[in-house]
């Protein structure tokens, strides 16, 4: 069977942007699967919630949960990020991450009205047109400003604290953070030094 040029073309530009060769996968030795090709961790939702809340809580995570908040990042996008991260690592596999989306969704809201940071279901909610004219962005508003709300309340309703287990919400309402790191930091009065000079 002949090779086309075209397609040495395609494999010698693979392999000079570092891109891996189709089929190439399928050329691994089984002893070094991926994490994603093994037996998932876990396989008890339940268990894998936990697992998401703990990992969620570590001090380091929230307080870079509400600095991406705080800067736009959406909900939906850091539920997203969470989740896929746990597949590659083969906590779970793609099934378990869709049931884990809606109770990671809660959990983050929860995060951010613990702090008091205004957030986002996603990424550009507030973004105003682009070059569009004041007679046409106000036509456009009025049109579509029934329609925005809708959606929002739509996924805002589908986003319920019923599908977080009730140990896991009593765990969020007793969680105390710390302050945010965004907050205004109290100026300390310094002692004067011996060397100052008095005015």
Do not use: C, H
Request: glycine letters at 4%.
């Amino acid at each position: 069977m002949a090779i086309s040029e075209k397609a040495i073309d395609f494999i010698q530009g693979s392999l000079e942007t570092g891109r891996p060769i189709p089929g190439q996968s399928l050329t691994n030795s089984p002893d070094q699967a991926y994490n994603w090709e093994k037996p998932s961790e876990y396989t008890n939702p339940k268990e894998a919630m936990l697992y998401v809340f703990e990992t969620l809580t570590v001090p380091e995570t929230v307080s870079n949960i509400l600095i991406s908040l705080s800067k736009g990042i959406g909900v939906v996008d850091i539920a997203s990020i969470t989740l896929y991260s746990g597949f590659l690592e083969g906590k779970w596999n793609p099934d378990l991450m869709l049931l884990l989306m809606e109770p990671t969704m809660y959990m983050v809201m929860a995060i951010a009205e613990k702090a008091d940071i205004p957030y986002q279901l996603e990424a550009g909610d507030d973004e105003a047109p682009i070059d569009m004219s004041p007679d046409k962005q106000i036509e456009s508003v009025k049109q579509g400003i029934n329609e925005l709300d809708k959606m929002k309340q739509v996924a805002a309703s589908r986003v319920s604290p019923q599908s977080v287990p009730k140990d896991v919400r009593e765990v969020i309402e007793e969680t105390e953070l710390s302050p945010s790191l965004l907050e205004k930091v109290k100026e300390q009065t310094q002692s004067k030094s011996l060397l100052s000079k008095e005015a």
